[in-house]
T-cell receptor
Framework: DADVTQTPRNRITKTGKRIMLECSQT?????MYWYRQDPGLGLRLIYY???????NKGEISDGYSVSRQAQAKFSLSLESAIPNQTALYFC???????????FGQGTRLTVV | AQKVTQAQTEISVVEKEDVTLDCVYE???????LFWYKQPPSGELVFLIR??????QNEISGRYSWNFQKSTSSFNFTITASQVVDSAVYFC??????????????FGAGTQVVVTP
C-alpha cells in the first residue's frame, strides 16, 4: 500500500458543487500539505498543517478549505467549485526535519 | 517572487544525447534543501535527489548527475545517454529552514524533456 493515499484519483464535477479530496498517510508524520499543479506553473502550496491543531494558508488558499481530522488524515474542500480550479492536486507529508516530502499519487480534478 | 527558476520550458533530444536541466534558486537561509522530482506522463511525482546546503559535492547515480554550486545558486541536473523512458517533466524544488518553512516545498515551473528514438 502507498504511504500517502489520495482519494479520489480522478473526479469530474460541475461548477458550484462542493467537493472534498481526501488524503491519508501511514508515515506517522505530523506535517501534511496540499499542493496544486497547473501546466507551466509547477506545484503551488494551498494549505499546510504541522500538527492536528495547526492549519496554515499557503500561497493560493482562496476558494479552498481544509480539515485535519487526525494525524493521518488531511482533507481539502472546494466549497463551490469553479472551472479554474481544474488541476492536478497533490497531498504530501514530511517529518519535522522536512528533509523529504512524500507525495500521494495525485487527484486529477476537472470542473465543468 | 519566484524562488526557484527553471528557465527551460521544454528540451527535445534524440535518444543517447545528454541533456542538462538548469535550476537557479533564491534564498536568504544558510540551511536549506534542494530537490529534483520526475513526473512521468502517468502523473505521479518521483523523488530523484535531495541535497542539503552544506554538501556541495556533486553526485552521480547511474545516468543521472547533479551539479550543486552555491556560488551561482544553481543545482543543475544532467541525464547522460538519454532514453525514451526519460521523457517526463522534471521539477526542481527548495525547502528552507526559516521558522515555518521547513518541509514546505517551493517548486520551479518544471522542464518538459522529450526524448525521441
Amino acid at each position: 500500500d502507498a504511504d500517502v493515499t489520495q482519494t479520489p484519483r480522478n473526479r469530474i464535477t460541475k461548477t458550484g458543487k462542493r467537493i472534498m479530496l481526501e488524503c491519508s498517510q501511514t508515515k506517522g508524520h505530523d506535517r501534511m500539505y496540499w499542493y496544486r499543479q497547473d501546466p507551466g506553473l509547477g506545484l503551488r502550496l494551498i494549505y499546510y498543517s504541522f500538527d492536528v491543531k495547526d492549519i496554515n494558508k499557503g500561497e493560493i488558499s482562496d476558494g479552498y478549505s481544509v480539515s485535519r481530522q487526525a494525524q493521518a488524515k488531511f482533507s481539502l474542500s472546494l466549497e463551490s467549485a469553479i472551472p479554474n480550479q481544474t488541476a492536478l492536486y497533490f497531498c504530501a507529508t514530511s517529518d519535522f526535519g522536512g528533509a523529504e516530502a512524500f507525495f500521494g499519487q495525485g487527484t486529477r480534478l476537472t470542473v465543468v | 517572487a519566484q524562488k526557484v527558476t527553471q528557465a527551460q520550458t521544454e528540451i527535445s533530444v534524440v535518444e543517447k544525447e545528454d541533456v542538462t536541466l538548469d535550476c537557479v534558486y533564491e534564498t536568504r537561509d544558510t540551511t536549506y534543501y534542494l530537490f529534483w522530482y520526475k513526473q512521468p506522463p502517468s502523473g505521479e511525482l518521483v523523488f530523484l535527489i535531495r541535497r542539503n546546503s552544506f554538501d556541495e559535492q556533486n553526485e552521480i547515480s547511474g545516468r543521472y548527475s547533479w551539479n550543486f554550486q552555491k556560488s551561482t545558486s544553481s543545482f543543475n541536473f544532467t541525464i547522460t545517454a538519454s532514453q525514451v523512458v526519460d521523457s517526463a517533466v522534471y521539477f526542481c524544488a527548495l525547502s528552507e529552514e526559516a521558522s515555518d518553512s521547513w518541509g514546505k516545498l517551493q517548486f520551479g515551473a518544471g522542464t518538459q524533456v522529450v526524448v525521441t528514438p
